[in-house]
């Protein structure tokens, strides 16, 4: 059921929002990573979310979620597996490729029912007296379900439904309910006067009919409660001039380095979720010096965390506010590059380069159904403040947003060997360049949903701009 949310909540988190977009000053938008170590994980991830200025904190895309909040991965459209590659300049190479799997729906009782607890007798008549048990009172071996008494219930609503008692007559439920709940009776009440108005209309309507009305009334369904994935992120550089320390050229060296993590997110509630993407950081350079076979080569250990919260998820709520979803995250949790020369020349050194630790924070808004906006700002907490910002149109029929989710849903209903299901228009603002690129959904024979998406960046730095393509199967 949905709830109508009040306009002061609304009024409040629209403010808080406003004011973090023009509290950022503009001399802050500094450019501080530039030669710090683990740069490769600054540079994105896929082309659905680079195209969009690189703000993702706030979404639910797939596995590449993971790289800007694992929080999000519950909430993503499907499992999936997902390839990527970065086309860069000078030599280097970015790719991606990762997968996961959302966990099955779960459900649960809600509303627990309070056992009464029958008083010691006050009198000489051994008369006693009914009161709702104290929480400290209450153990997993008192505490009471709706469903521990489901068949009685059951059993009850059918009796009065056939005979048309009276459900608010309290003295009709003990005898037709057992003894041993004789006690919980009059908190099962509710359950059975909420039952019987939904059904009393109804032509002789069945037990099974009253038990799924119980299970619509106090069962509830958690939606895809979890999702696990690995990815693994590899990045290099070639055709390093290598010189000695008298400045002579002794070769051409390479540089890898790679990380292998493992990605999950949890839903606590329908409307927040958290997750974790940690894994091993390698790197390696081989043939670090004259005749060398043995790379130079440093293994460590990263993590990044996150949050996301959907303040109006499943509420009746003006402006589309129930697609609002906020988001915040932190990276590059203890990662750093450690190397030791001192296998490889006379005065050799150990070094360690510590990845700058990142913080972000950001939204997601679909104002109507076939328009999403995104906005992240991300910091180190000193000198660097970056903000990203995109837009994403969905256009064609068959694809579907997922609401309150923050990203679209692609499956593909098309029929034969190949049929293009949708596309998908994206541009946004990443440190004052320009980025776009578009995504097409189709299907394949054989493989199922899919969609190829690409984005294209704009440099400033670099001589060429970047271009990314990446390519995801849903299952």
């Not at 990605?263 to 390696?284: C, E, P, T, W």
């Not at 996301?308 to 990276?331: K, M």
């Not at 596309?423 to 440190?431: N, T």
């Amino acid at each position: 059921m949905k709830h109508k949310t009040d306009n002061n909540t609304v009024t409040i988190i629209l403010s808080l929002l406003a004011l973090l977009l023009i509290s950022l000053p503009a001399e802050l938008q500094a450019e501080g990573y530039a030669g710090k170590a683990g740069a490769f994980l600054r540079m994105g991830s896929g082309a659905a979310a680079v195209a969009g200025g690189d703000a993702g904190v706030a979404r639910a895309m797939g596995v590449e979620q993971a790289h800007y909040n694992p929080a999000g991965l519950p909430f993503s459209p499907s499992s999936e597996v997902h390839v990527g590659y970065h086309v860069l300049s000078l030599d280097r190479t970015l790719a991606h490729v990762g997968a996961m799997v959302q966990m099955g729906s779960i459900q649960y009782w809600i509303k627990p029912v309070r056992r009464l607890m029958l008083e010691q007798p006050t009198t000489d008549s051994g008369t006693g007296y009914l009161r709702p048990a104290k929480s400290s009172q209450l153990n997993e071996a008192n505490k009471l379900e709706v469903e521990d008494y489901l068949d009685e219930l059951v059993t009850t609503i059918y009796d009065l439904l056939q005979s048309g008692a009276d459900p608010f007559d309290a003295n009709y439920y003990p005898d037709l309910l057992f003894d041993a709940i004789a006690y919980t009776a009059p908190t099962l009440k509710p359950v059975v006067i909420s039952v019987y108005t939904e059904l009393k209309n109804d032509v002789d309507p069945s037990p099974q009919q009253i038990k799924a009305t119980i299970e619509k009334q106090y069962k509830k369904t958690r939606e895809n409660p979890a999702a696990l994935g690995v990815r693994w992120t590899h990045a290099s550089v070639g055709e390093i001039d290598g010189r000695d320390t008298d400045g002579n050229h002794y070769g051409n060296l390479n540089w890898y380095e790679n990380r292998f993590a493992i990605v999950f997110g949890l839903k606590l509630h329908d409307k927040f979720s958290i997750g974790v993407n940690a894994g091993i950081l390698h790197g390696r350079i081989p043939d670090m010096a004259d005749q060398e076979t043995t790379a130079l080569t440093s293994t460590t250990f990263g993590a990044d965390a996150g949050i996301q919260l959907r303040p109006f998820y499943g509420e009746r709520i003006r402006y589309n506010l129930e697609s609002l979803v906020l988001g915040a995250a932190v990276y590059d949790i203890e990662a750093k590059n450690s190397w030791n020369t001192s296998g490889y020349w006379d005065q050799g050194t150990a070094t360690v380069d510590e990845f700058p630790e990142r913080y972000r924070i950001g939204m997601s808004y679909r104002p109507i159904a076939s328009v999403e906006t995104f906005f992240d700002v991300e910091t180190d907490l000193g000198d660097v403040v970056r903000t990203k910002t995109g837009v994403e149109v969905l256009l064609m029929s068959g694809l579907m947003p997922t609401t309150g989710a923050g990203s679209p849903l692609m499956r593909s209903s098309s029929t034969g060997n190949f049929g293009v299901n949708g596309l998908i228009l994206r541009a946004g603002i990443d440190r004052d360049l320009p980025t776009f690129g578009v995504g097409l959904s189709f299907k394949l024979k054989g493989i199922g949903a899919t969609r190829l998406d690409y984005a294209f960046v704009a440099e400033d730095v670099s001589p060429e701009p970047t271009q990314i393509v990446s390519w995801r199967f849903q299952f």
